[in-house]
T-cell receptor, first 111, second 114 residues
């Protein structure tokens, strides 16, 4: 059982559609991070959320951290083909200096 | 911003040989470095955590004699895959952190064992 449940695992949508990716856990995290990864490259940090209920926006991407700091979501508005990639959530436990990754969401945006 | 350099970016080796992968923090001193393994279209799986000057802490199921980790300085950690076999073929990624300033990832190493 994964500590961080990420869904959906695969998402194929048309350009212009909206989508939401979820990360859920029964554990509390001191911070939660979202990454995007291209094939053959390392993950690139998109955002870090640390406060329960926090909402951060990065252009068409909106990130939310749950009030209890156990879950998070990534919402993309008007998806574009350039958004295609693997999206990963990762949480840092309150008493540990390491990241726990969700299973990842492979997003494909078709033009 | 913080940069982590990982080398080589890809390597092909024969079965039974050993391969060393380097991870360097270029503009900061990494108190902790992490090694991950990633299979195609899957997430990152943490293999081990290393602190400078001390033995690495391996995750459950990771063979420490198979995957040797050395963290001799605050800017360099190495992962050596010993006696590599085709099943060790994978994408290996390192990351480095400094205190509570977040994690920076390397660009990964594609290992193919033939």
């Amino acid at each position: 059982t994964q500590l961080l449940e990420q869904s959906p695992q695969f998402l194929s949508i048309q350009e212009g559609e909206n989508l939401t990716v979820y990360c859920n856990s029964s554990s509390v995290f001191s911070s939660l991070q979202w990454y995007r990864q291209e094939p053959g490259e390392g993950p690139v940090l998109l955002v870090t959320v640390v406060t329960g209920g926090e909402v951060k926006k990065l252009k068409r991407l909106t990130f939310q951290f749950g009030d209890a700091r156990k879950d998070s979501s990534l919402h993309i508005t008007a998806a574009q083909p350039g958004d295609t990639g693997l999206y990963l959530c990762a949480g840092e436990r309150e008493y540990g200096n390491k990241l726990v990754f969700g299973a990842g969401t492979i997003l494909r945006v078709k033009s | 911003g913080a940069v982590v350099s990982q080398h080589p970016s890809w390597v092909i080796c024969k079965s039974g040989t050993s391969v060393k992968i380097e991870c360097r923090s270029l503009d900061f001193q990494a108190t902790t470095m992490f090694w991950y393994r990633q299979f195609p279209k899957q997430s990152l799986m943490l293999m081990a955590t290393s602190n400078e000057g001390s033995k690495a802490t391996y995750e459950q199921g990771v063979e420490k004699d198979k995957f040797l980790i050395n963290h001799a300085s605050l800017t360099l950690s190495t992962l050596t895959v010993t006696s590599a076999h085709p099943e060790d073929s994978s994408f290996y990624i390192c990351s480095a952190s400094y205190l509570n300033y977040g994690y920076t990832f390397g660009s990964g190493t594609r290992l193919t064992v033939v």
